[in-house]
């Protein structure tokens, strides 16, 4: 995302983004980008140029879609943009990629190079997510059951080969 004043360079922000589809991806540096021009009390007029104009259209759906909470950050950032003078005005400018934009080239180029290093390699995954979730579920399961007052009058401890409890597991038909 790069934030331009007076048709100069002001800011240039990278996030970087797990596990979200390209629609909220795009919402949140629509996001971002109107949350920092807001910062700013000399801005009066934002524009807003992407080649994804249909993803901007959802800040303004009215309609149950599963972006609202998104969009009604942007509307709440854009209620305080308008509030502070009658004069602001945000436009959006769809440049679809054909178009070959030198602007939108170079950032393009700039976003397709980025080289996150992770820290974590293996805590940005999808299947680590999934796993994060199992374990989070298996322990409330636990939790609970030990808690229960049931426990030992219609349930039985399973014990392995190595008299050891068996564990309730999430994967491949296991306990």
Known sequence: MHIHMVDKPFTKTIYHAVNVTSTEAKLFAIRCGINQSICFNNISKIIIITNSIHVAQKIFDSSSHPFQTMSAAILSDLHNFFNRSNNNSIEFWECPSHLKWVLHNKFNKETKSFNLTL???????????????????????????????LKGNHFLDLLNSDNKIIEPTYTKGRS
């Open 119 to 149: 820290l974590f390699l293996c805590k940005n995954s999808w299947d680590f997510s999934k796993k994060n979730k199992s374990d989070n579920i298996i322990k409330y399961w636990k939790m609970t059951f030990q808690a229960s007052e």
